[in-house]
């Protein structure tokens, strides 16, 4: 599991050095070098665990600390201290903090803390899935499917859960819910009380991919200093979800392979083999039959993963769709930012039915969670949408989307026109907007996306996501 982390420390050399160890350990590190930094950064982002120091020069940790704990109640934090005092300690414990400990070069009580944090955190997230507060989320009956394509998408996903030994691809434009789906599947069938293990290749560093997957036994690398099981082994009994499997590095990719034939595993350094019990399920926007006739993915995994294929299908495909999951998303941003917000306006809903929606599901709840954010009264209207949503042409059939225009007499295709209103798009919008375009034009290649960006496959997904 890849945990999240916010590290604030308001002296850039040790706030540099943590980073870049806890990095090198596997943490997906975010910094920031002031309490109010970090404040900002938790409207939008939410880490697993926040790394605080006690002394700053503004807010202190524990100014932090009291005002995180109002909005995220159940973020973990750890305060980091050089000369903190037992006052100071019983303080954070009364505001709630997870760990109290000294701040050393050679990080060794926050290593000792952060191995207890997500210790907690894998724990919590078990009970939770026991608690089967996912299962209702992801119910059948609550999936949205007024169009006849998702219908009968669905009717396939129904059998798809009752065979729950059944190998399943999911394929589908980026954004139009194939993970989503693959959890409908997970948790409507006989292993929804077990876990579902979400693996997201391109965000986890190669380097550590082989032990993250299998596991290791202590000592069998640097830097091994424990033994640790892999994730298929956590799936014990329930479903792995290969996120972008496309990106599974070569080598990996054989090692899979055996693992779903032989269904057993051996950790890293292990002399034991240990069976498993799992469903395996992946999910990729490229065409995986060209990435096995360029020699980039393994012919027999392809096969032995394409025993069933299900294509998601775009949004523009089930367009009965849009306003039902439109009115879910608002519902649900309206309670996460306490909103007025109550209904949908005549205004929006005809933005809505004629926009094309490239990015599909995401972009759909990314753009009402925007708008609702922008919201004060109780009926959304299409003035809370940005300029170039609302502009958008009206298509009777709705093919290739063109979010950003390619003036007439432009004869490079590669040419597109960004045209924003000044104070109405923050740059959020705009990146969302070139990122779509790429990604449109790469067919939803994000590898390719991300490096026609000039940015890293993690950045991009973490723009995405944001
Ligand atoms: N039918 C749906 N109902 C409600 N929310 C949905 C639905 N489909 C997708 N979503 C939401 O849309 C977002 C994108 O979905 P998801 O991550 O599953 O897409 P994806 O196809 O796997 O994307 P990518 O190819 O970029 O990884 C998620 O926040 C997901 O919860």
Redesign the pocket.
């Known amino acids: 599991m890849t945990w999240h982390l916010l590290l604030v420390e308001d002296e850039a050399s040790v706030r540099e050095a943590f980073a870049l160890r806890l990095g090198n350990q596997g943490y997906v590190v975010q910094t920031a070098a002031s309490g109010e930094e970090a404040l900002a950064l938790l409207r939008s982002y939410e880490p697993d665990i926040l790394v605080l120091d006690l002394v700053m020069p503004k807010l202190s940790g524990l100014d932090v600390l009291a005002r995180v704990k109002q909005t995220s109640p159940h973020l973990l934090v750890i305060l980091l201290t050089a000369r903190g005092t037992v006052k100071d300690a019983v303080e954070a414990t009364k505001l709630g903090a997870f760990d109290f400990v000294a701040k050393s070069i050679d990080m060794e009580d926050l290593q000792h803390a952060l191995n207890r944090a997500t210790e907690f955190l894998t724990l919590q997230r078990q009970v939770r899935l026991q608690s089967g507060q996912e299962s209702a989320r992801y119910a059948l009956d609550r999936?949205?499917a007024k169009s006849p394509t998702t219908q009968s998408f669905l009717a396939r996903v129904r059998e798809l859960a009752k065979n729950d030994r059944v190998t399943v691809l999911l394929q589908?434009e980026?954004?139009?819910?194939?993970?989503?789906m693959g959890r409908v599947i997970h948790f409507n069938s006989a292993r929804a009380h077990k876990p579902c293990i979400e693996v997201d290749c391109p965000a986890i560093p190669r380097e550590l991919f082989e032990s993250e997957l299998f596991g290791h036994e202590k000592g069998s690398f640097t830097g091994a200093s424990g033994r640790r099981c892999g994730l298929i082994e956590m799936a014990e009994g329930g479903t792995v979800l290969f996120?972008?499997i496309g990106d599974l590095p070569l080598p990996l990719q054989t090692k899979l392979l055996r693992v779903i034939e032989e269904r057993a595993l051996r950790r890293i350094g292990g002399s034991t083999t240990i069976p498993v019990e799992v469903r395996f399920m992946a999910?990729t926007?490229r065409n995986l039959k060209e990435a096995v006739a360029k020699g980039e993915f393994r012919e027999d995994l392809y096969f032995r993963l394409n025993v069933v294929t299900l294509t998601?299908p775009p949004l523009r495909d089930r367009r009965e769709d849009i306003i039902p999951?439109a009115e879910?998303f608002l519902a649900r941003s309206a309670l996460a930012f306490r909103k007025p917000v109550r209904t949908l306006g005549e205004s929006a809903v005809a933005v809505l039915s004629r926009y094309q929606f490239p990015g599909n599901?995401?972009e759909l709840?990314n753009l009402m969670e925007r708008a609702v954010l922008f919201c004060s009264e109780e009926s959304l209207d299409a003035s809370h949408f940005p300029s170039d949503v609302q502009d958008s042409p009206v298509t009777s059939s709705i093919g290739a989307s063109a979010p950003l225009s390619v003036p007439a007499g432009w004869l490079d295709p590669a040419l597109v026109q960004l045209t924003f209103r000044v104070g109405e798009q923050s740059l959020a919008d705009l990146e969302d907007r070139i990122i779509n375009e790429v990604l449109r034009r790469t067919g939803g290649n994000k590898t390719l996306a991300a490096k026609q960006l000039g940015i890293t496959r993690w950045m991009l997904d973490r723009r995405?996501r944001r």
């Open positions: 999936v949205i589908g980026t954004g139009t819910g194939k993970q989503y996120d972008e999910a926007n998601v999951l879910q599901v995401r709840s995405r």
